[in-house]
T-cell receptor
Framework: KAGVTQTPRYLIKTRGQQVTLSCSPISGHRSVSWYQQTPGQGLQFLFEYFSETQRNKGNFPGRFSGRQFSNSRSEMNVSTLELGDSALYLC?????????????FGPGTRLTVT | GNSVTQMEGPVTLSEEAFLTINCTYTATGYPSLFWYVQYPGEGLQLLLKATKADDKGSNKGFEATYRKETTSFHLEKGSVQVSDSAVYFCALSATNYGGSQGNLIFGKGTKLSVKP
Protein backbone atom coordinates (compact mmCIF):
# COMPACT_ATOMS: atom_id res chain seq x y z
CA LYS A 1 0.00 0.00 0.00
CA ALA A 2 1.22 3.49 -0.75
CA GLY A 3 1.84 5.66 2.29
CA VAL A 4 0.52 9.09 3.11
CA THR A 5 1.56 11.64 0.53
CA GLN A 6 1.78 15.38 1.01
CA THR A 7 2.25 18.08 -1.57
CA PRO A 8 4.13 20.24 -1.98
CA ARG A 9 7.13 19.15 0.08
CA TYR A 10 8.57 22.64 0.33
CA LEU A 11 6.97 26.03 0.07
CA ILE A 12 8.15 29.61 0.49
CA LYS A 13 5.56 32.32 0.96
CA THR A 14 5.49 35.97 1.96
CA ARG A 15 3.74 37.43 4.98
CA GLY A 16 0.11 38.18 4.27
CA GLN A 17 -0.26 35.56 1.56
CA GLN A 18 -2.32 32.42 1.89
CA VAL A 19 -1.30 28.82 1.30
CA THR A 20 -3.01 25.50 0.66
CA LEU A 21 -1.40 22.18 1.55
CA SER A 22 -2.62 18.82 0.34
CA CYS A 23 -2.66 15.37 1.89
CA SER A 24 -3.63 12.02 0.38
CA PRO A 25 -4.22 9.35 3.03
CA ILE A 26 -3.49 5.67 2.80
CA SER A 27 -6.12 3.94 0.71
CA GLY A 28 -9.08 2.96 2.87
CA HIS A 29 -8.28 5.35 5.70
CA ARG A 30 -11.12 7.78 6.35
CA SER A 31 -9.62 9.87 9.12
CA VAL A 32 -7.02 12.55 8.46
CA SER A 33 -5.32 14.65 11.12
CA TRP A 34 -3.03 17.65 10.71
CA TYR A 35 -0.17 18.74 12.97
CA GLN A 36 2.20 21.66 13.09
CA GLN A 37 5.81 21.01 14.12
CA THR A 38 8.09 23.85 15.21
CA PRO A 39 11.34 23.85 17.22
CA GLY A 40 9.77 25.98 19.94
CA GLN A 41 6.31 24.47 20.35
CA GLY A 42 6.99 20.94 19.18
CA LEU A 43 4.17 18.95 17.63
CA GLN A 44 0.73 20.49 17.98
CA PHE A 45 -2.58 19.13 16.78
CA LEU A 46 -4.46 21.31 14.30
CA PHE A 47 -7.61 19.37 13.35
CA GLU A 48 -9.02 16.02 12.38
CA TYR A 49 -11.42 15.16 9.59
CA PHE A 50 -13.50 12.05 9.21
CA SER A 51 -15.91 11.43 6.36
CA GLU A 52 -15.67 15.06 5.22
CA THR A 53 -16.55 16.41 8.69
CA GLN A 54 -14.24 18.14 11.13
CA ARG A 55 -14.37 15.97 14.19
CA ASN A 56 -11.82 17.62 16.42
CA LYS A 57 -9.93 20.89 16.49
CA GLY A 58 -6.83 22.12 18.27
CA ASN A 59 -6.13 25.52 19.69
CA PHE A 60 -5.19 27.47 16.57
CA PRO A 61 -6.61 30.75 15.24
CA GLY A 62 -9.30 30.81 12.59
CA ARG A 63 -6.69 31.57 9.92
CA PHE A 64 -6.04 27.83 9.92
CA SER A 65 -8.76 25.85 8.22
CA GLY A 66 -9.15 22.55 6.49
CA ARG A 67 -11.47 20.34 4.57
CA GLN A 68 -11.81 16.77 3.44
CA PHE A 69 -13.15 15.49 0.15
CA SER A 70 -15.28 12.45 -0.56
CA ASN A 71 -12.18 10.45 -1.55
CA SER A 72 -10.69 11.24 1.93
CA ARG A 73 -8.04 13.54 0.51
CA SER A 74 -7.62 16.59 2.71
CA GLU A 75 -6.39 20.12 2.36
CA MET A 76 -5.45 22.69 4.93
CA ASN A 77 -5.37 26.39 4.30
CA VAL A 78 -3.59 29.15 6.15
CA SER A 79 -4.65 32.69 5.35
CA THR A 80 -2.82 35.92 6.08
CA LEU A 81 0.46 34.17 6.75
CA GLU A 82 2.64 35.29 9.64
CA LEU A 83 6.34 34.65 10.21
CA GLY A 84 5.41 32.35 13.09
CA ASP A 85 3.56 30.05 10.72
CA SER A 86 6.89 28.79 9.40
CA ALA A 87 6.85 25.13 10.33
CA LEU A 88 6.70 21.54 9.16
CA TYR A 89 3.07 20.60 8.59
CA LEU A 90 2.39 16.93 9.01
CA CYS A 91 -0.63 15.00 7.91
CA UNK A 92 -1.58 11.61 9.33
CA UNK A 93 -4.19 9.10 8.29
CA UNK A 94 -5.65 6.71 10.79
CA UNK A 95 -7.07 3.29 11.12
CA UNK A 96 -8.31 1.38 14.13
CA UNK A 97 -6.12 -1.56 15.11
CA UNK A 98 -6.80 -3.61 18.23
CA UNK A 99 -9.28 -1.03 19.49
CA UNK A 100 -7.08 2.01 19.18
CA UNK A 101 -6.21 4.45 16.46
CA UNK A 102 -2.87 4.12 14.73
CA UNK A 103 -1.78 7.21 12.89
CA UNK A 104 0.52 7.01 9.89
CA PHE A 105 2.34 10.18 9.00
CA GLY A 106 3.34 11.66 5.70
CA PRO A 107 6.74 13.28 5.10
CA GLY A 108 5.36 16.75 5.75
CA THR A 109 5.31 20.09 3.97
CA ARG A 110 8.03 22.51 5.02
CA LEU A 111 6.52 26.02 4.92
CA THR A 112 8.78 29.03 5.17
CA VAL A 113 7.20 32.46 5.57
CA THR A 114 9.43 35.44 4.76
CA GLY B 1 -5.84 18.59 30.60
CA ASN B 2 -3.88 15.81 28.95
CA SER B 3 -0.13 16.20 28.65
CA VAL B 4 3.08 14.27 28.05
CA THR B 5 6.47 14.98 29.60
CA GLN B 6 9.57 13.28 28.29
CA MET B 7 13.22 13.69 29.09
CA GLU B 8 14.84 16.20 26.83
CA GLY B 9 18.08 15.44 25.12
CA PRO B 10 20.17 15.34 23.39
CA VAL B 11 21.20 11.87 24.46
CA THR B 12 24.53 10.57 23.15
CA LEU B 13 25.42 6.90 23.52
CA SER B 14 28.03 4.54 22.20
CA GLU B 15 26.96 1.64 20.00
CA GLU B 16 25.65 -1.35 22.01
CA ALA B 17 24.85 0.81 25.06
CA PHE B 18 21.55 0.52 26.93
CA LEU B 19 18.94 3.16 26.18
CA THR B 20 16.21 4.56 28.40
CA ILE B 21 14.08 7.57 27.48
CA ASN B 22 11.67 8.54 30.24
CA CYS B 23 8.09 9.50 29.50
CA THR B 24 5.31 10.36 31.94
CA TYR B 25 1.79 11.46 31.17
CA THR B 26 -1.24 13.17 32.64
CA ALA B 27 -4.61 12.13 31.33
CA THR B 28 -8.17 11.53 32.36
CA GLY B 29 -9.50 8.09 31.69
CA TYR B 30 -7.44 5.45 29.94
CA PRO B 31 -5.38 6.81 27.08
CA SER B 32 -3.48 4.83 24.51
CA LEU B 33 0.27 5.46 24.57
CA PHE B 34 2.70 5.56 21.66
CA TRP B 35 6.33 6.04 20.78
CA TYR B 36 7.08 7.60 17.41
CA VAL B 37 10.48 8.04 15.77
CA GLN B 38 11.48 10.77 13.33
CA TYR B 39 14.56 10.40 11.14
CA PRO B 40 16.13 13.53 9.63
CA GLY B 41 14.03 15.04 6.88
CA GLU B 42 11.19 12.56 7.34
CA GLY B 43 7.78 12.35 8.96
CA LEU B 44 6.99 10.34 12.07
CA GLN B 45 6.96 6.56 12.14
CA LEU B 46 5.02 4.59 14.72
CA LEU B 47 7.53 2.59 16.74
CA LEU B 48 5.29 0.88 19.28
CA LYS B 49 2.09 1.32 21.25
CA ALA B 50 0.19 0.12 24.31
CA THR B 51 -3.52 0.51 24.85
CA LYS B 52 -4.07 -0.52 28.48
CA ALA B 53 -2.32 -0.79 31.80
CA ASP B 54 0.54 -3.31 31.99
CA ASP B 55 0.61 -3.76 28.22
CA LYS B 56 4.10 -3.96 26.79
CA GLY B 57 4.68 -2.61 23.31
CA SER B 58 7.72 -3.81 21.41
CA ASN B 59 9.28 -3.41 17.99
CA LYS B 60 12.80 -3.58 16.49
CA GLY B 61 14.31 -4.29 19.91
CA PHE B 62 12.58 -1.33 21.57
CA GLU B 63 10.16 -1.89 24.45
CA ALA B 64 7.89 0.21 26.64
CA THR B 65 5.44 -0.82 29.36
CA TYR B 66 2.25 1.09 30.18
CA ARG B 67 2.47 1.75 33.92
CA LYS B 68 -0.75 3.26 35.24
CA GLU B 69 0.43 3.47 38.84
CA THR B 70 3.36 5.68 37.88
CA THR B 71 1.71 7.16 34.74
CA SER B 72 4.80 6.27 32.77
CA PHE B 73 5.71 4.72 29.42
CA HIS B 74 9.52 4.65 29.33
CA LEU B 75 11.26 3.55 26.14
CA GLU B 76 14.11 1.05 26.44
CA LYS B 77 16.49 -0.80 24.16
CA GLY B 78 19.16 -3.17 25.30
CA SER B 79 21.77 -2.44 22.63
CA VAL B 80 21.52 0.62 20.41
CA GLN B 81 22.94 0.89 16.91
CA VAL B 82 24.14 3.87 14.90
CA SER B 83 21.02 3.48 12.76
CA ASP B 84 18.85 4.23 15.83
CA SER B 85 20.00 7.85 15.77
CA ALA B 86 16.81 9.88 15.47
CA VAL B 87 14.32 11.94 17.48
CA TYR B 88 11.90 9.94 19.63
CA PHE B 89 8.48 11.22 20.63
CA CYS B 90 6.20 9.89 23.33
CA ALA B 91 2.51 10.51 22.66
CA LEU B 92 -0.94 9.76 23.99
CA SER B 93 -4.39 9.71 22.52
CA ALA B 94 -7.50 9.95 24.58
CA THR B 95 -11.00 9.50 23.33
CA ASN B 96 -12.73 12.84 23.17
CA TYR B 97 -16.41 13.51 23.53
CA GLY B 98 -16.97 12.83 19.87
CA GLY B 99 -15.49 9.37 20.22
CA SER B 100 -12.40 10.29 18.26
CA GLN B 101 -8.85 9.39 19.16
CA GLY B 102 -7.53 11.33 16.22
CA ASN B 103 -5.62 13.95 18.18
CA LEU B 104 -2.27 12.86 19.51
CA ILE B 105 -0.62 14.82 22.29
CA PHE B 106 3.16 14.68 21.99
CA GLY B 107 6.10 15.17 24.28
CA LYS B 108 8.84 17.58 23.18
CA GLY B 109 10.98 14.83 21.68
CA THR B 110 14.35 13.39 22.62
CA LYS B 111 17.20 13.46 20.13
CA LEU B 112 19.34 10.34 20.28
CA SER B 113 22.79 10.17 18.73
CA VAL B 114 24.62 6.84 18.69
CA LYS B 115 28.38 6.91 18.06
CA PRO B 116 30.25 3.95 16.56
Amino acid sequence: KAGVTQTPRYLIKTRGQQVTLSCSPISGHRSVSWYQQTPGQGLQFLFEYFSETQRNKGNFPGRFSGRQFSNSRSEMNVSTLELGDSALYLCASSMIIAGSYEQYFGPGTRLTVT
Amino acid sequence: GNSVTQMEGPVTLSEEAFLTINCTYTATGYPSLFWYVQYPGEGLQLLLKATKADDKGSNKGFEATYRKETTSFHLEKGSVQVSDSAVYFCALSATNYGGSQGNLIFGKGTKLSVKP
